[in-house]
């Protein structure tokens, strides 16, 4: 089993439109969380941290489920600038640890 | 705050050759680096933690003698891929853990390596 999972997707929607992620994570002891959004060929870069009491940035809202060891992402409005691979990242210890990614495209 | 260079961007090589990537952290020292390989659609695989002034953990599966790092000092990490085959490429990334950070790291920009 993967120590991060996601679906890898692709999501198509229409601009405008609410969109979640979702991604599961199997190493209890983990003590942080991310997600990330890397686009083609380029590096990833930090999108939010991701708490217990969920938090939210603008069009973006993320929430961790400690016991059940799943985090979401949701995207509200979305633009066509939000097309991205978006990257569920696990830190246990010093290490980051990634998912493989959930493609989304965003379409006029 | 928290930039991370990393050179260079994208170094097309032939088989058998070695090639080295730097990456600085320009306005933190970095106590810890990161050296990470990605694969067309897959994930970021972490390939090796160096530590400034002593030798890097390596993940398990990944050649200590083929990936050579040197992180002799507080904002300079070096990858150097030895001997290197149409296999080893891959988009390779670093990123930086400055003290106190915590949440997350830097990441550079990536060099792209492809060896024909």
């Known amino acids: 089993r993967k120590e991060v999972e996601q679906d890898p997707g692709p999501f198509n929607v229409p601009e405008g439109a609410t969109v979640a992620f979702n991604c599961t994570y199997s190493?209890?002891?983990?003590?942080?969380f991310f997600w990330y959004r890397q686009d083609c060929r380029k590096e990833p870069k930090l999108l939010m941290s991701?708490?217990?009491s969920g938090n939210e940035d603008g069009r973006f809202t993320a929430q961790l489920n400690r016991a059940s060891q799943y985090i979401s992402l949701l995207i509200r409005d979305s633009k066509l600038s939000d097309s991205a691979t978006y990257l569920c990242?696990?830190?246990?210890?010093?290490?980051?640890?990634f998912g493989a990614g959930t493609i989304l495209r965003v379409k006029s | 705050g928290a930039v991370v260079s990393q050179h260079p961007s994208r170094v097309i090589c032939k088989s058998g050759t070695s090639v080295k990537i730097e990456c600085r952290s320009l306005d933190f020292q970095a106590t810890t680096m990161f050296w990470y390989r990605q694969f067309p659609k897959k994930s970021l695989m972490l390939m090796a933690t160096?530590?400034?002034?002593?030798?890097?953990?390596?993940e398990q599966g990944v050649e200590k003698d083929k990936f050579l790092i040197n992180h002799a000092s507080l904002t300079l990490s070096t990858l150097t891929v030895t001997s290197a085959h149409p296999e080893d490429s891959s988009f390779y990334i670093c990123?930086?853990?400055?003290?106190?950070f915590g949440y997350g790291y830097t990441f550079g920009s990536g060099t792209r390596l492809t060896v024909v």
């Open positions: 160096s530590n400034e002034g002593s030798k890097a953990t390596y």
């Open positions: 990242v696990v830190r246990g210890g010093n290490k980051l640890v």
């Open positions: 991701v708490y217990s």
């Open positions: 190493n209890s002891a983990s003590q942080s």
């Open positions: 990123s930086a853990d400055g003290e106190g």
